[in-house]
Structures are given as C-alpha cells and as structure tokens.
C-alpha cells in the first residue's frame, strides 16, 4: 500500500514520497520525506483524508451552518489546486469540527474509489459535569440534612452513583462524494469498530499490536506493526527516569525479519513507517529540561536514520485536541 494514515489528519504517499500535514499556521502542506522541505502550502481544505490517484481528498474548515461537513479535492500535481468542493448535510446537533474539545469530538474518514470516495464520520459529544457535592458537614451526633426527597443526602448521592449513564451521544454516517463533479450521495453507515483510532500515547500502547500467528520468531515482544504494515518495531527500555531517551527501537522488515536498524526515543511507542532507511514517527507535545530551562516540544513528525540514529528533520504540525483541563 503505497498511500496510508500515520495518524489523522497525516496522509503519507511513500511511491511519491510525501506526506500530507495539518499545518500550525493553518491549511495543508505536502512534505518532502528526504529533507522534510515544504513541496506546497494550500489554504483550501484544512485535514488530508486520503489520497485519491492526483487528488487528495480533505476536509475543510466548516464556513456554513454548524451541521455542515465541507470535502474538497485538491490536486496534487498542482500545488494543492482545489478540484471540487462538496457540502454534506449531517443530522441536527452534529458539529463537524476538526479540533477535539474535552467533551466533543468529530471524525471523518475518506476511502476512494475510481470516481469517489465514501467519507464516513462519527461524532461523540459527552457533557460536561462539576464535580458531585461532598456529604454536608454537621456536628457529632446530628443527622444529616435531608434532601429534597427526603433522603439523607449521603444516601441520595449513593443511589445517583448507581444511576447508568445515558447522556452520551454517538452518532454516525457515510456519503458517497464525486471527486470530479462533487456530488453528494447516501451511502451505508459505517461498522463503530472502523473508528478504533490507535493510541499515539506512549504509555498505553499494547503489550503488541501484531497477530499473535504473525509475531516474529526470534524478536521478544512488544512488537509494533508500521502504519503501512510492512514493518515491524520492537521497543525496549534500556535506561530509567533520569535518561531522557529511554526506549530503544528496534525496526525489523515484517516479510523477512531482516533487522533494518535501531533508533532511541523517549517515548515507548509512536505511530511511524519506514522510508528510505529512516524511521518516521509522529510524537505528541511535551515539555523537557535542558540544562535550567524549560523547552516546550508541539506535537511533530519527526525522521531519524536508521543506520546512525541521527536526528535527519522534524516539522511542527497542528495539535487537534484541546490539552486545556476541564472546569471544576
């Protein structure tokens, strides 16, 4: 497979040798992997979904009523040149929006075909809740208020724990998008388990993510599989708390179990693929010390050689999820 999903909203095609970003500034860029340089910049759609032959199928930033989902096609032999735009009108309530609040969150997802593409979207909205008031303070030997019911307090706060919750909203759909007139078509909703999104945090990635029959042999576990599947990474800790690049990545090639090299990170897993004998991968934001000062890290992709483990470039993209702590 020539054209994958490191992760959303990062689109790579390894034939061309390119990946397509979100950038901070806003817009999509198209990286070179050798160097990582800009290719282009276009301002006309906001996150790559996929690649369709010459286009590159993207969502856009909604500019219309709240329910509006924006696709647009953007050619990529002409610098980002927009080909098609397309408005699909989702349920009421249903906000298409890119960046990932604390309680809402909307994806959409693009598979092409010849002629167009199925875009399939999920939105969950959880509302937001204060924390439950404590039991009331009296004195030794008083009881404790009633409430409105007339339970004690301490007792209706119990039953209420007990209450399951029915607050959640889960919500999905498809269209079938026309890449060359931009029409906008019903299609069948999507399976829930085709918005499984692998977990980018380092922490909790799996003991493994390759099939129990298709580990390989000689390789201990954990065993990573690449976002394009072709390759295998396994991650060992070497070191503890005080060594910033902890983990040694180990990257096998998965057909063969041919050993391509080893790389150190500071994280225990990260969302990558391999091209031209560098490890590419993306890490999510984070603050380190160096020397008596505090460096803020935005969330990168980041290429790193595979025979030297030298760093080879690193790009800032844009962070989609509101890091911000809920209210009280």
Partial sequence: MSSFELSPGVVVDTDRSEAYVMSPEGGIVALELGRGDEVWHSQHAAKPLAVSGDLLVSQAEAAGPENSLAIVALDRR?????????????????????????NRSFTAQAQPSAADATVSWEFIERPLRGMAPGPAEVLPGEPAPPDDLGMPASAEMARAELQPRSDLVVMRGAVRVGLS??????AEAPHPESFAA?????PSAPASDVPAEQLLPDVP??????ADGVHVLHSDRTADDTVWDK??????ERSTGRRLGAVRSHVRFAPFFVNANRVVYQTEPYTRRIGTELVDEPVQIRAVDLDTGAPVWSRAIRDITDREPPPP
């Fill in 221 to 226: 576990e954990p065993q990573f599989l690449s």
């Fill in 181 to 186: 007139d931009g029409t906008v078509t019903p």
């Fill in 198 to 202: 692998r977990s980018i945090a380092a």
């Fill in 247 to 252: 983990y040694l990545w180990t990257v096998f």
């Fill in 78 to 102: 002409e610098r980002g040149t927009k080909v098609t735009s397309s408005v699909v009108e989702l349920p009421s309530g249903v906000q298409p929006a890119i960046n990932h609040s604390v």
